[in-house]
């Protein structure tokens, strides 16, 4: 699992250019209101940082991962941004209003990373969870996961979703379906970015290459399409002191 939490460092620029946003209006809904410090942990090149920073949130970004850091640092020099991890953060003590974990939960030791969320959190503090996820209801896009492979996080927001240990409890939960629009360039970027990918040998890595162009060469919603809407689901989960 470390390796492959750790895997994305090698295609940091990628990541960035074509991981998913995360939808404002469902941020808005989600996240506390008031003042404090937002802690995004497992913040990989910044791409839900940057979302918070938009929402006039004051954030820290922590990653274990100085490559990732690296990218975030050069698209987000005004953020604090720290190596770290969920289960060990450079931070004080009740020093956070939330923490905010983006694609990033399923990687974590669950038990050692409650703790230390409780730790850094202030009173009243915040625990939020989200994960975007490709809408399968579409074949296409049922066919494109099982090239890719689904990833941990897949299985989990769509079996019982996330376990969180004490002291959290959960308070609420909301979901949103977008789009979003794609070249074929991008798609085949995306793809490239995933952990199955990027832990994958040589080998594997072409037949994945070869197995996407004939979809997109083949399937009649991509077949000569310039773009595509890739339709997502956002989940999110927000978590208190019980």
Request: charged residues 25%.
């Amino acid at each position: 699992m470390t390796d492959r939490a750790r895997s994305f460092g090698e295609a940091a620029a990628s990541y960035d250019q074509v991981r998913p946003r995360y939808p404002r209006q469902l941020l808005e809904r989600i996240l506390p209101s008031g003042p404090g410090v937002v802690v995004d942990c497992g913040a990989g090149t910044g791409i839900l940082t940057a979302e918070l920073v938009a929402l006039g949130r004051e954030v820290i970004a922590v990653d274990p991962d100085p490559r990732m850091l690296d990218r975030l640092r050069a698209v987000l020099p005004s953020v604090m941004a720290l190596e770290g991890r969920a289960e060990s953060m450079p931070l004080p003590d009740s020093s956070a209003a939330a923490v905010v974990l983006g694609q990033a939960w399923h990687w974590v030791d669950v038990e050692a990373a409650s703790r230390e969320i409780d730790r850094v959190l202030a009173p009243g503090g915040s625990l939020l969870l989200l994960w975007n996820i490709r809408d399968e209801t579409v074949p296409w896009v049922r066919e494109l996961t099982g090239i890719m492979q689904r990833s941990p996080a897949e299985d989990l927001v769509r079996g019982e979703g996330p376990c969180v240990a004490a002291p959290f409890v959960r308070e609420a939960e909301t979901t949103q379906a977008w789009q979003r629009t794609l070249t074929p360039a991008e798609l085949r970027e995306l793809v490239r970015s995933r952990s199955n990918y990027l832990v994958a040998t040589a080998a594997e890595r072409a037949d994945i290459d070869a197995r996407i162009e004939e979809l997109l060469a083949s399937h009649p919603d991509l077949r000569g399409r310039s773009r595509i809407e890739l339709p997502y689901v956002t989940h999110a989960y927000r978590y208190r002191r019980g």
